[in-house]
């Protein structure tokens, strides 16, 4: 009976173990947004996604409880909320991030202030109220007269198939332009604007140059943290609407209609910021010596090295195998004294790096830090001692110091023979002159 317990319970606790990053807190305006958006969140639940959804305002609003967060991910669909109800504010939230959740947010023209304050928190700003993205150029045949409902190209996109899915039709976007801090590595501009795009108040007359131009306008911008937590900052909520989801785009001037891309890129954002897509992970890590398999305890310099990492990639739900070709593993001594480029054998996610251990001993380390475009940072750090070789393990003769040996080896051959015609030289004496 106990065994058919455990039975049980084993697939039970697996089962909670897969479905714990899952977890999402869906904070709406109201609850007509999720009538609006219906396609998107049915497409998160097909996908595997617990959600709870809460009016952003509720009173009751938490996202930890006994020191330990509730939720995994949360989505922000209030964009006019002015403050979070409960214990929930743009502080806890930027907690939420430190702590490894991931977050994705849809604004409009009317941004709320705490969401303008959480944008600055994670390196957006936000345009003034009222203001939008207007595009006279590149529109769509459905825009009021305004030219805010901007037609978006897939060549706007940031080139990175892990966060777009590689989609490749136009895209529908109405909403407010975003800015983002140049002097933020972490910061991406996933969908810009076209060259001639603006951001400014479509009720007014252009007087002042405008807050955002050309392709310094941002409309989906998303961050990746050090921690490889993930924000996606949309300036449009409408963006993941089933309107927009299943409208023809029909570009002012352009080609035929055809369906808009908006439902295959915001799964694929939704995938990425939920680190479903462009996960690494490190299984194993080993070095040894050349030709042997267990893992010393030191090195001797000029030792030849077979350092190993395992990297697997999260697809589909899966961990498979790591095709990339480019990662490189450091041998560092408070700077690197080898760097290599490993070998993927057979794309498995197998890396080997073979090198010769530096002719300085000391302590190193064995140092793997991987960032590209899209995918979570891979670091890894391995200490090993690098020892000088034994007094016997040097070479008799050094063939760099022939020539000191053969100056050494004359200067005795001419002493001695120096010394032998100097004793046994003998100077003959002079006579004497006869008297």
């Given at each position: 009976?106990?065994?058919?317990?455990?039975?049980?319970?084993?697939?039970?606790?697996?089962?909670?173990?897969?479905?714990?990053?899952?977890?999402?807190?869906?904070?709406?305006?109201?609850?007509?947004?999720?009538?609006?958006?219906?396609?998107?969140?049915?497409?998160?639940?097909?996908?595997?996604?617990?959600?709870?959804?809460?009016?952003?305002?509720?009173?009751?609003?938490?996202?930890?409880?006994?020191?330990?967060?509730?939720?995994?991910?949360?989505?922000?669909?209030?964009?006019?909320?002015?403050?979070?109800?409960?214990?929930?504010?743009?502080?806890?939230?930027?907690?939420?991030?430190?702590?490894?959740?991931?977050?994705?947010?849809?604004?409009?023209?009317?941004?709320?202030?705490?969401?303008?304050?959480?944008?600055?928190?994670?390196?957006?700003?936000?345009?003034?109220?009222?203001?939008?993205?207007?595009?006279?150029?590149?529109?769509?045949?459905?825009?009021?007269?305004?030219?805010?409902?901007?037609?978006?190209?897939?060549?706007?996109?940031?080139?990175?198939?892990?966060?777009?899915?590689?989609?490749?039709?136009?895209?529908?976007?109405?909403?407010?332009?975003?800015?983002?801090?140049?002097?933020?590595?972490?910061?991406?501009?996933?969908?810009?604007?076209?060259?001639?795009?603006?951001?400014?108040?479509?009720?007014?007359?252009?007087?002042?140059?405008?807050?955002?131009?050309?392709?310094?306008?941002?409309?989906?911008?998303?961050?990746?943290?050090?921690?490889?937590?993930?924000?996606?900052?949309?300036?449009?909520?409408?963006?993941?609407?089933?309107?927009?989801?299943?409208?023809?785009?029909?570009?002012?001037g352009g080609a035929a209609a055809v369906p808009s891309g908006n439902q295959e890129?915001?799964?694929?954002?939704?995938?990425?910021?939920?680190?479903?897509?462009?996960?690494?992970?490190?299984?194993?890590?080993?070095?040894?010596?050349?030709?042997?398999?267990?893992?010393?305890?030191?090195?001797?310099?000029?030792?030849?090295?077979?350092?190993?990492?395992?990297?697997?990639?999260?697809?589909?739900?899966?961990?498979?195998?790591?095709?990339?070709?480019?990662?490189?593993?450091?041998?560092?001594?408070?700077?690197?004294?080898?760097?290599?480029?490993?070998?993927?054998?057979?794309?498995?996610?197998?890396?080997?790096?073979?090198?010769?251990?530096?002719?300085?001993?000391?302590?190193?380390?064995?140092?793997?830090?991987?960032?590209?475009?899209?995918?979570?940072?891979?670091?890894?750090?391995?200490?090993?001692?690098?020892?000088?070789?034994?007094?016997?393990?040097?070479?008799?003769?050094?063939?760099?110091?022939?020539?000191?040996?053969?100056?050494?080896?004359?200067?005795?051959?001419?002493?001695?023979?120096?010394?032998?015609?100097?004793?046994?030289?003998?100077?003959?004496?002079?006579?004497?002159?006869?008297?």
């Amino acid at each position: 009976m106990k065994v058919l317990q455990l039975m049980l319970f084993v697939p039970a606790l697996l089962a909670a173990t897969v479905a714990a990053d899952k977890r999402v807190l869906v904070l709406l305006e109201n609850l007509t947004v999720k009538e609006t958006h219906s396609i998107y969140f049915r497409s998160l639940v097909e996908q595997g996604f617990d959600l709870t959804y809460k009016v952003a305002d509720d009173s009751t609003l938490n996202i930890k409880k006994y020191g330990e967060f509730l939720y995994d991910n949360i989505v922000v669909f209030a964009p006019t909320v002015e403050e979070f109800g409960g214990s929930l504010s743009a502080e806890a939230l930027t907690e939420f991030i430190d702590a490894g959740g991931n977050l994705l947010i849809a604004g409009n023209s009317h941004l709320g202030e705490v969401l303008r304050e959480l944008a600055s928190e994670v390196g957006f700003e936000a345009d003034e109220e009222g203001t939008a993205v207007i595009d006279h150029l590149h529109y769509d045949a459905k825009d009021g007269g305004k030219h805010t409902l901007v037609v978006a190209g897939s060549e706007n996109l940031i080139k990175a198939e892990r966060i777009t899915g590689g989609v490749t039709a136009p895209l529908l976007y109405r909403g407010v332009g975003l800015l983002v801090d140049p002097e933020n590595p972490l910061v991406l501009e996933i969908l810009t604007g076209s060259s001639t795009a603006y951001s400014h108040n479509p009720d007014y007359a252009v007087k002042e140059f405008p807050h955002a131009v050309g392709k310094q306008t941002v409309l989906v911008a998303g961050l990746q943290a050090r921690n490889n937590a993930r924000v996606v900052f949309s300036g449009s909520l409408e963006f993941f609407s089933d309107e927009f989801f299943t409208a023809m785009v029909e570009q002012v001037g352009g080609a035929a209609a055809v369906p808009s891309g908006n439902q295959e890129l915001s799964l694929a954002l939704t995938s990425w910021c939920f680190k479903q897509s462009g996960v690494l992970k490190v299984e194993s890590v080993s070095h040894s010596r050349e030709g042997e398999s267990e893992a010393p305890s030191f090195y001797t310099i000029k030792e030849w090295c077979r350092y190993t990492i395992v990297v697997k990639e999260l697809v589909g739900g899966k961990w498979v195998g790591f095709n990339g070709q480019d990662m490189q593993m450091e041998f560092v001594r408070i700077d690197p004294f080898v760097r290599v480029t490993m070998e993927n054998a057979g794309g498995a996610g197998t890396m080997v790096a073979k090198f010769q251990v530096p002719d300085t001993y000391g302590v190193y380390q064995f140092k793997v830090n991987y960032q590209r475009l899209g995918f979570t940072r891979v670091s890894t750090a391995d200490q090993i001692s690098v020892i000088p070789l034994r007094h016997d393990q040097y070479e008799r003769f050094i063939s760099s110091a022939y020539p000191y040996y053969a100056s050494a080896f004359s200067m005795m051959a001419g002493l001695c023979i120096f010394s032998v015609v100097f004793l046994h030289h003998k100077e003959e004496e002079v006579k004497k002159k006869a008297e």
